[in-house]
């Protein structure tokens, strides 16, 4: 089992909290929550170790793209990049950030 941290710059303060997700079975949660910061801290536990740069690059697409100031936690049981990207995108949209 390996725990990543990671930290974004941002402006953008997510409304409020989310949880979507289940982990178990190649799957994830993600736990959302409003910060105080302007910044994005993001902490990941997952089964599997040696994949830091794999998450670096899916949470840096990600905080690229959305300027939120939130903490994110991310429970992973071996969910695929595009899962994670997913879970990612639905906890913002289940924050109410983003009205489209």
Known sequence: METLNFSYPATQPVSQRAYVGVV????LEILLEPSCEQR?????RTRFDGYGDVWKNI???FFTAHDIA???EINDFGATPGMVSM???QALETSNHEKN
């Open 24 to 27: 178990g079975s190649g799957d």
């Open 40 to 44: 994005a801290v993001v902490n990941v």
């Open 59 to 61: 949470l840096d697409r």
């Open 70 to 72: 939130a903490t994110i």
């Open 87 to 89: 879970r990612l995108f």
